[in-house]
């Protein structure tokens, strides 16, 4: 796993923000799109793709795309 | 002593609860109990089955067998030592909160596996070799999600409930023959521990639980008294219904 491949895999949970606001530095639930169903998509993805289960707090506690990212990668 | 009238008295009655050991059925299970049944409860983990056990009334002839109905096994097995039963409420069961798009054939079949078709295999059989009296009532716990309820995120545990709720009325056209009674519960969000796993957050179910227009989720309670309703002879005309139950969330 790395960051940028993280942000891709991210991002395909969105259907009308622009890609380039994806940033490590993105604060993620300020984005005009966020949604509690995006957040499910999010941890479904993070399941799916990296074998690593999040929970609904991890979202919460995590700012920008960079600190979930970490999150993730600690149960790695 | 004269016998209070009621018509929601289990006593006399044999009633078998699955998922007994937790939540819904564990809650169920206990009131069986309060009300005069013999319950035969069963669970996946015999610790928590034997805590149950403990709670039931002692005079009554209560019975506990560890049995995991995903497995054929195990059914099978459950069907052969069961006493004849006036009733049957079948609580066990799973559920997961996955966006459809990540709705896999695997994450289909592990729901149905757990909500569908081990109910099923467990009717069918309850049925096929007359362990349920002729007037025996069969309680199906369903949900309002994939029948009374969309929402996102519920598609793979409401399709598994929908099923169920499909062939609940199926059940109580063909088994009305025996005069078996096949009901289900439709319960909205009830606080049990299936929902307290963390992909929803605590302070989520929290605003959740203020669009019920009664103010709040389910306590298991609520449903077993349901259930009792469904069990009991004051439901005798009542055949192929599902029952919501949700604090008005459905309306």
Known sequence: MNITEFIENFAAQFDDTDEALFTPETKFKQLDEWSSLTALSVIAMVDDEYDVIIKGNDIINSETIKDLYDVIEKQL | ?251
Request: with cysteine; aromatic share 8%.
């Open chain 2, 1 to 251: 002593m004269e016998k209070t009238f009621n018509p929601f008295s289990l006593e006399g009655k044999t009633i078998l609860v699955t998922g007994a050991s937790s939540g819904i059925g564990r809650e169920t299970a206990i009131e069986c109990g309060a009300m005069g049944a013999n319950v035969v409860i069963t669970g996946r983990n015999a610790e928590r089955l034997n805590e149950v056990y403990d709670l039931l009334p002692a005079a009554s002839a209560n019975v506990q067998l560890v049995a995991d109905l995903t497995l054929a096994g195990d059914v099978e097995g459950l069907v052969a030592q069961m006493p004849q039963l006036d009733g049957v409420v079948m609580c066990a069961g799973n559920s997961t909160t996955l966006p459809l798009q990540f709705g896999t054939r695997e994450k289909f079949d592990e729901m149905f596996g757990v909500n569908f078709f081990a109910p099923m295999e467990l009717l069918r059989l309850l049925y096929k070799k007359k362990v349920l009296k002729k007037g025996a009532s069969v309680v199906l716990i369903a949900s309002i999600g994939g029948t009374h309820s969309f929402m996102p995120g519920n598609g793979v545990y409401g399709a598994s409930k929908a099923a169920l709720n499909s062939v609940m009325k199926y059940a109580a056209r063909e088994f009305a023959s025996r005069r078996v009674r096949v009901n289900s519960i439709c319960p909205g969000m009830v606080d049990t521990p299936l929902i307290h796993r963390g992909t929803i957050t605590e302070e989520q179910l929290a605003e959740d639980a203020k669009r019920y227009p009664l103010g709040r989720y389910g306590q298991p309670e609520d449903i077993a008294h349901g259930a009792i309703y469904l069990l009991s002879d004051a439901s005798s005309w009542l055949t192929g219904h599902d029952l919501v139950i949700d604090g008005g969330f459905s309306i």
